[in-house]
C-alpha cells in the first residue's frame, strides 16, 4: 500500500472485536514504522484488556478529532451506521476507503475493498501492504485478527491463503501461544460467571437444532460485567451437539436486544441478520432488536426454520 498523503485517519466498528482491533492497529503500525511523513490517528470504542499487549494501543483515541483527514480509512465495517462515534471524521474527510470482508457491506466509501471470501478483514488487510514493510508488531495484529475471526482457524472461511498468512506472521517472532490463550480463549472470573448463567438460561428448541439463550441487565449487574464482555458465549452454545445454529440475545436498552447467531453447515445466518438490519457472515452473524425476549426468539425460529 503506497500512501501519498499527509494525514490518515482510522476506525473500525462499535463495540471491536479481535479482528477490527487487530486489523486498525496493524494499519497504524504499519503507517508509523513506515512512513514518517504521515501523521496517523486511530479511533475505536473501548477496547478489551485482553487487548492491552499490543503496541501501541495506547495511543487509540476515544474521541473524534476536529480535523480534516486526506484520507480516512474505515476497517471491518460493512456500514456507516457502525461507525457513529466517528463518523464526523468519516465526513470530513478528503477521501474515505473500506476495507472489509463482510458480505453485507454496502461499498460506501470513494474506495471499497472488500473481500466477502476472506477469512478476516486483517486478511484483506495483508493483501493490501508491501510484506517487505511488515514488522513485528504489525505482524502480531495481522495475527490478532486472523485468530479473531477463524475461531483460531477452525471456522469454515479459514483457507490455504489463511493458514499461510498466518504462517508468515509468526516467522516475525510473534508470542503467537500467548496471543491466542490471553486473547482469545482467557477470561476473567466475571465473564466466566455470565457464560454460566447464559448457559444455564438456555433452551433447545426446533426438535433440538436450535439453542438459545439470553442475558438482560440484570444477570450483568449480578455478575459484575457489561454488554462488552459477552465475547464467547454464542460459540460456546455453537459448541453443544447437535445444534445448527446457536442464537443468543444480550440486553442493550430497555425492550432492545443484540442478537448474536452461529451455524455450522446448513443455515446462512448472514440472510436472517441482513433481514433486521444487521450483517455478517454465513456462519456468525448479527444485529439490533427490539421487543421482548420471547417475542425476539419466536421471530428468530420462525426465520431460522425456514432455512431448516
Known amino acids: ?42 479511533y475505536l470504542e473501548d477496547v ?12 487509540v483515541k476515544k474521541e473524534p478529532l476536529d480535523k480534516i483527514y486526506d484520507v480516512f480509512v474505515v476497517l471491518d465495517c460493512s456500514d456507516l451506521d457502525r461507525i457513529a462515534p466517528f463518523r464526523k471524521c468519516y465526513d ?78 509468526m516467522e516475525h517472532g510473534i508470542d503467537f501461544t500467548s496471543i491466542i490463550d490471553n486473547s482469545f480463549y482467557m477470561r476473567t472470573y466475571a465473564q466466566t460467571k455470565i457464560l454460566g448463567k447464559a448457559i444455564g438460561n438456555s433452551k433447545l428448541l426446533c426438535d433440538d437444532k436450535i439453542i438459545a439463550s439470553y442475558i438482560d441487565f440484570e444477570h450483568m449487574e449480578e455478575c459484575g460485567v457489561n454488554n ?25 436498552n430497555i425492550d432492545e436486544y443484540k442478537v448474536s447467531l452461529r451455524s455450522k453447515s446448513i443455515v446462512d445466518v448472514s440472510t436472517i441478520a441482513m433481514k433486521f438490519g444487521g450483517g455478517g457472515h454465513i456462519r456468525a452473524a448479527g444485529f439490533n432488536m427490539k421487543g421482548t425476549k420471547e417475542s425476539i ?6 426465520e431460522i426454520a425456514k432455512q431448516l
Do not use: W
Not at 472488500?114 to 495475527?143: M, R, T
Not at 460459540?235 to 445444534?243: A, F, H, I, K
Open 48 to 59: 478489551g484488556e485482553e487487548f492491552n499487549f499490543i503496541t501501541n494501543i495506547d495511543k
Open 92 to 169: 470530513n474527510a478528503k477521501s474515505t476507503v473500506c476495507v472489509d470482508h463482510h458480505i453485507s457491506n454496502l461499498n460506501y466509501a470513494d474506495k471499497n475493498i472488500v473481500k466477502p471470501d476472506a477469512s478476516s478483514c486483517a486478511q484483506v488487510l495483508f493483501g493490501l501492504l508491501d510484506e517487505s514493510k511488515i514488522n513485528k508488531a504489525v505482524a502480531e495484529c495481522i495475527y490478532i485478527g486472523i485468530i479473531h475471526d477463524t475461531g483460531v482457524f477452525k471456522y469454515s472461511s479459514t483457507s490455504k491463503e489463511t493458514m499461510e498468512i498466518a504462517g508468515k506472521m
Open 297 to 302: 426468539f419466536e421471530t428468530l425460529v420462525e
Open 1 to 42: 500500500m503506497v500512501i501519498n498523503v499527509k494525514n490518515v485517519g482510522i476506525t473500525g466498528h462499535i463495540r471491536p472485536d479481535g479482528d477490527c482491533v487487530g486489523s486498525c492497529m496493524a494499519l497504524y503500525n504499519y503507517i508509523i514504522s513506515n512512513y514518517e511523513d504521515i501523521c496517523v490517528d486511530v
Open 228 to 252: 462488552k464482555q459477552l465475547g464467547g458465549v454464542v460459540e460456546q452454545l455453537r459448541l453443544t451437539n447437535c445444534v445448527e445454529v446457536a442464537a443468543f440475545i444480550y440486553q442493550v
